[in-house]
């Protein structure tokens, strides 16, 4: 074996964290670099669907993240002038997956407990401070220069896996188009330790809230309620991050005596973009360097560690003479689509829903809601629908 007889990957995020440990556990030796100095402490996101769990539990690190998170069983979707619309068990799939419920827990607790397995490995050479900003290829491997402390250098291997997020420097380098939309609204996330739940009546840990003039998502994590909510015409960046804007929009959620101690705050433009190609030859997309979309649904994140796994997969069949370079095609014609016709249509539904303001319309979907709740058989098409569950199969269907 040489010194290019191994797997390069480009961003230590969930994603990236996900392919290093699959295929580091299946013998194949990996390069995990990444421009921080260390895991940053990310706090954007925190859903874990049910089958992304069964994923992480086939890497041995579920119960890991169980132990740092939150259980959730039951998420809602609540009306700020109705309450409680439709309250959500997820227990209808029991016999969908090993793991019917949510876990929130936040993303960067995730990425500490793989690189701590990683590290472990004789296999894997994890480095920080390490930016990868282009790509090049031959018949024989991939060059990934990356910027360091000490200048630029070159590593080399097989195959590269660009992991590197929604400005993905590898993406660009390759001319890969990402078409799509951007939101002219920004978005605020924040998070306090106030106990929302003494003040809306059987709060579950998730809960969407529709609004047609204010809409809101609670998401609890350990010790702390996160909330998004949207921004107002003209609101900048540094504006809706300010004290004066953070504690007038809270005091609208939830109106309390004195101000609201928040452990962070960001103000944060979202898209909906999909890459034109998650393969160009040696080198694949995964992640947000694959697609982007709004957070509501909490599809981002676990997409993105889908991706890495089915790639995975392939890079193991190929690795071992199992399977010829024509199996990579497979990943593209399966995860595409998937973000395209699935992840990115939830998402936008999701968004509609939460700021329709036809009242009509908003009645007839909170009627079919909770007709659905009532009925187990509806239930479950909707949350299998909801916990990518039949994104999956529909992926594994394709090509």
């Given at each position: 074996m040489t010194d290019i007889d191994r797997v390069l990957i480009s961003g230590a995020g969930p994603v990236g964290c996900s392919a290093?440990?699959?295929?580091?556990?299946?013998?194949?030796?990996?390069?995990?670099?990444e421009a921080a100095s260390e895991l940053p402490e990310d706090l954007r996101a925190s859903t874990f669907h049910p089958p992304t769990l069964d994923m992480l539990d086939d890497l041995g690190v579920v119960d890991q993240l169980i132990g740092q998170g939150i259980i959730c069983p039951k998420w809602q979707y609540r009306d700020t002038r109705e309450g409680v619309v439709a309250e959500w068990d997820l227990g209808v799939l029991e016999n969908d997956t090993r793991h019917p419920y949510r876990v929130q827990c936040e993303q960067y607790k995730l990425t500490r407990i793989m690189v701590a397995e990683l590290e472990k490995m004789d296999n894997v050479d994890v480095?920080?401070?390490?930016?990868g900003i282009e790509a090049a290829q031959d018949d024989q491997g991939v060059t990934l220069t990356v910027e360091t402390p000490d200048g630029q250098d070159e590593l080399k291997g097989r195959y590269l896996i660009a992991a590197d997020g929604a400005s993905s420097a590898i993406r660009i380098s390759q001319g890969i188009e990402f078409p799509g939309l951007t939101f002219p609204e920004l978005w605020l996330c924040t998070s306090s330790e106030y106990n929302f739940e003494d003040h809306f009546e059987d709060l579950a840990p998730i809960a969407y809230i529709a609004d047609p003039n204010f809409w809101?998502?609670?998401?609890?994590?350990p010790g702390l309620w996160r909330?998004?909510?949207?921004?107002?015409?003209?609101?900048?960046?540094?504006?809706?991050?300010?004290?004066?804007?953070?504690?007038?929009r809270m005091h609208q959620v939830c109106p309390i005596d004195?101000?609201?101690?928040?452990?962070?705050r960001t103000a944060y433009a979202v898209h909906q973009r999909v890459a034109e190609t998650y393969r160009k030859g040696r080198i694949f997309l995964a992640g947000d360097s694959a697609h982007i979309n709004n957070p509501l649904g909490g599809m981002g994140m676990n997409?993105?560690?889908h991706d890495a796994v089915n790639l995975s997969e392939k890079l193991v069949r190929v690795w071992r003479g199992d399977a010829d370079d024509r199996e990579f095609d497979k990943y593209d014609a399966q995860r595409r689509p998937i973000a395209i016709d699935y992840v990115q249509q939830t998402?936008?539904?999701n968004k509609a829903m939460l700021e329709e303001t036809d009242a009509e319309v908003r009645k007839a979907t909170h009627d079919e809601m909770r007709a659905t709740v009532a009925d187990p058989a509806k239930a479950r098409k909707f949350l299998r629908q909801s916990s990518m569950i039949n994104a999956l199969d529909k992926a594994n269907s394709l090509a």
């Amino acid at each position: 074996m040489t010194d290019i007889d191994r797997v390069l990957i480009s961003g230590a995020g969930p994603v990236g964290c996900s392919a290093a440990l699959y295929l580091a556990q299946n013998g194949i030796p990996v390069t995990l670099a990444e421009a921080a100095s260390e895991l940053p402490e990310d706090l954007r996101a925190s859903t874990f669907h049910p089958p992304t769990l069964d994923m992480l539990d086939d890497l041995g690190v579920v119960d890991q993240l169980i132990g740092q998170g939150i259980i959730c069983p039951k998420w809602q979707y609540r009306d700020t002038r109705e309450g409680v619309v439709a309250e959500w068990d997820l227990g209808v799939l029991e016999n969908d997956t090993r793991h019917p419920y949510r876990v929130q827990c936040e993303q960067y607790k995730l990425t500490r407990i793989m690189v701590a397995e990683l590290e472990k490995m004789d296999n894997v050479d994890v480095r920080f401070r390490t930016q990868g900003i282009e790509a090049a290829q031959d018949d024989q491997g991939v060059t990934l220069t990356v910027e360091t402390p000490d200048g630029q250098d070159e590593l080399k291997g097989r195959y590269l896996i660009a992991a590197d997020g929604a400005s993905s420097a590898i993406r660009i380098s390759q001319g890969i188009e990402f078409p799509g939309l951007t939101f002219p609204e920004l978005w605020l996330c924040t998070s306090s330790e106030y106990n929302f739940e003494d003040h809306f009546e059987d709060l579950a840990p998730i809960a969407y809230i529709a609004d047609p003039n204010f809409w809101f998502v609670f998401v609890r994590v350990p010790g702390l309620w996160r909330l998004l909510l949207p921004s107002r015409p003209g609101e900048t960046a540094d504006s809706l991050v300010s004290d004066e804007t953070v504690q007038d929009r809270m005091h609208q959620v939830c109106p309390i005596d004195g101000d609201y101690d928040t452990f962070h705050r960001t103000a944060y433009a979202v898209h909906q973009r999909v890459a034109e190609t998650y393969r160009k030859g040696r080198i694949f997309l995964a992640g947000d360097s694959a697609h982007i979309n709004n957070p509501l649904g909490g599809m981002g994140m676990n997409g993105g560690i889908h991706d890495a796994v089915n790639l995975s997969e392939k890079l193991v069949r190929v690795w071992r003479g199992d399977a010829d370079d024509r199996e990579f095609d497979k990943y593209d014609a399966q995860r595409r689509p998937i973000a395209i016709d699935y992840v990115q249509q939830t998402t936008l539904r999701n968004k509609a829903m939460l700021e329709e303001t036809d009242a009509e319309v908003r009645k007839a979907t909170h009627d079919e809601m909770r007709a659905t709740v009532a009925d187990p058989a509806k239930a479950r098409k909707f949350l299998r629908q909801s916990s990518m569950i039949n994104a999956l199969d529909k992926a594994n269907s394709l090509a």
